[in-house]
């Protein structure tokens, strides 16, 4: 583990004691590199769409979150510019879905990256891509 990498824990820490909405779906952070984040959620009843089926929105917004935690966590304040999903396979009630996101590129004002979501058999359910500016501000001092 470099110093690098336990600044950007450092900084994800930071964000996820003020992210209520990351909180509220039950995000646990697993791993963060510089660049680089993994998270996972349990998906529960209250979940649901008015289908009966698990609304698209939760496997967006773990995927988003982990957007955030990967870009962000160089200390410099970025926000989505483009975002969008593929959904691949259904997510159920008590499913383990992990979102694992992975730098593409890392540029002075926009950043890309790709978000793979996966259920607790390792089967892809989504995969999130997504581009962001970078606002040259800090998260934390």
Not at 63 to 70: G, I, L, N, T, Y
Not at 116 to 135: D, S
Request: hydrophobic fraction near 45%; include cysteine; aromatic fraction near 8%.
């Amino acid at each position: 583990m470099t110093d690098k990498d336990l600044f950007a824990q450092k900084v994800v820490a930071h964000m996820m004691e003020h992210d209520k909405f990351s909180q509220w779906l039950g995000i646990e952070v697993v791993e963060i590199r510089e660049g680089y984040s993994k998270i996972r959620m349990t998906v529960r009843e209250e979940m649901l769409n008015g289908f009966g089926i698990v609304h698209g929105g939760i496997a967006f917004s773990l995927a988003d979150s982990a957007f955030a935690f990967a870009c962000n966590n160089r200390n410099n304040l970025s926000v989505a510019l483009d975002t969008s999903i593929n959904f691949i396979k259904a997510v159920q009630v008590g499913d383990t879905l992990v979102a694992e996101a992975k730098e593409i590129h890392n540029g002075k004002s926009t950043g890309l990256y790709h978000i793979t979501i996966t259920n607790q058999r390792n089967e892809a359910v989504a995969h999130f891509k997504g581009n962001c500016f970078r606002m040259g501000k800090k998260l934390i001092a």
